[in-house]
Nanobody, 125 residues
Framework: QVQVQESGGGLVQAGDSLRLSCAASGPSFSAIYMAWFRQRPGEEREFVSAINDKGTSTFYRGSGDGRIIISRGNSENTVFLQMNRLKPKDTAVYYC??????????????????WGRGTQVTVSS
């Protein structure tokens, strides 16, 4: 079976940076798309960013504010999310997701069959 695990969350001050990491593993699994979603307190899960296997196609929520950068790792089935100039509103549980095919838009949660359990990011003011 495929397992997904995130890491890198923590408690930071507003204006600080964090780099989240994620790795998916499983027999014969190749994640052609990996993505990050987040769930802020009292809100539903929302899309943050996605990237294809070659790292040549990226998506960001809205038009992007320039504070986050998604990248694919050199190792297969790995992805990173660099977050700079963090704000209190960025406080959320961040989830990593992966898929071996593209049947739904990659900016939607139902495109991904495999999910991590999340990593907490807390930004204090």
């Amino acid at each position: 079976q495929v397992q997904v695990q995130e890491s890198g969350g923590g408690l930071v001050q507003a204006g600080d940076s964090l780099r989240l990491s994620c790795a998916a593993s499983g027999p014969s699994f190749s994640a052609i798309y990996m993505a990050w979603f987040r769930q802020r307190p009292g809100e539903e899960r929302e899309f943050v960013s996605a990237i294809n296997d070659k790292g040549t196609s990226t998506f960001y929520r809205g038009s992007g504010d320039g504070r986050i950068i998604i990248s694919r790792g050199n190792s297969e089935n790995t992805v990173f999310l660099q977050m700079n100039r963090l704000k209190p509103k960025d406080t959320a549980v961040y989830y990593c997701a992966a898929t071996a095919d593209v049947k739904r838009p990659v900016t939607t949660a139902d495109a991904y069959a495999y999910w991590g359990r999340g990593t907490q990011v807390t930004v204090s003011s």
